[in-house]
């Protein structure tokens, strides 16, 4: 938070979403040349910090059936990457479960999965 003097207010500003609910703050003042001389109770405020994230949605236009044959070399296949509606929310975690073994990758580029020998499931 930081205060502009020329427009005589206060700013907010975080994109740690960690920070999201409910916070209190406190305000009070005192003379500059009399720092004695002060707010007898400091101000108590409520500001809410909202994540614009918690309620984005998530899509893709679909994928594709594989098929592959036990033994055949590996192969990649593409498939439609995913996005987000917010366009503060663009971090995706693609999350593939293959017979219980689960891998998490953040920001494919470009959508590809290999599946083959080298990946037994």
């Not at 740690?16 to 916070?23: M, P, T």
């Not at 439609?80 to 503060?88: E, K």
């Amino acid at each position: 938070m930081f205060y502009d003097p020329n427009a005589l207010r206060f700013t907010l500003f975080s994109s740690d979403s960690s920070l999201s609910g409910a916070l209190e703050y406190t305000l009070s003042a005192k003379l500059k040349d009399f720092p004695s001389v002060q707010t007898p109770q400091p101000q108590v405020g409520t500001v809410t910090i909202v994540d614009p994230c918690s309620d984005a949605n998530v899509s893709a236009s679909g994928m594709a059936d594989q098929e592959y044959t036990i033994g055949d070399a590996s192969f990649d296949f593409d498939f439609t990457g995913f996005t987000s509606d917010n366009a503060q929310c663009q971090t995706i975690r693609y999350l593939v479960d293959t017979a219980g073994v689960l891998v998490s990758v953040d920001n494919i580029t470009t959508p590809r999965a290999t599946i083959g020998a080298s990946n037994d499931l």
